[in-house]
């Protein structure tokens, strides 16, 4: 089955490739593979939310968005890449979490990214992966996450 066809199934329309905020490119092409950069939980062109996740946001709620990270990240990599079916499967996935000092539960966060990518990618979607707790991410954003495909 084809990933378009995935999508459809799954009834997931790709959110518009986010804007970048600084000097880079939302995804680069090289050696068969292709990098997107930080994405952030836009929808609709905004933050849905900002601060720590363990103070202002919940697990819970930073889970939801590490999913939208990833959905970014996949319509970055397929405008770079020619279309959503030039995407063969996940290589890597790097997972940020803004928390409080007392909450350790990024794994879980960074779930909702690995989580919705094996759905659309099935066994290609398993990957590699690095979920890290950071101080503060750009535009106090909770949550951000990178992911590098494997080109079809």
């Known amino acids: 089955m084809s990933i378009a066809a995935r999508l459809n199934e799954l009834a997931i329309v790709l959110p518009e490739v986010a804007a970048p905020v600084a000097a880079y490119v939302p995804a680069v092409v090289h050696a068969g593979l292709i990098y997107t950069s930080g994405q952030l939980p836009f929808a609709g062109g905004a933050l849905p939310a900002t601060g720590k996740v363990g103070a202002e946001v919940t697990a819970e709620d930073a889970k939801g968005y590490a999913r939208t990270c990833a959905l970014n990240a996949v319509a970055a990599a397929a405008a770079a890449a020619g279309g959503v079916d030039k995407l063969g499967g996940v290589l890597r996935v790097g997972g940020f979490v803004a928390s409080d000092p007392a909450f350790s539960g990024q794994p ?45």
Do not use: K, M, Y
Not at 122 to 130: E, F, K, V
């Open 108 to 152: 879980g966060v960074i779930n909702g990214a690995s989580e919705v990518l094996g759905e659309i990618f099935g066994d290609a979607g398993l990957h590699a992966r690095a979920a890290v707790g950071v101080a503060v991410l750009p535009l106090d954003s909770p949550v951000e996450v990178e992911v590098t495909f494997i080109l079809a």
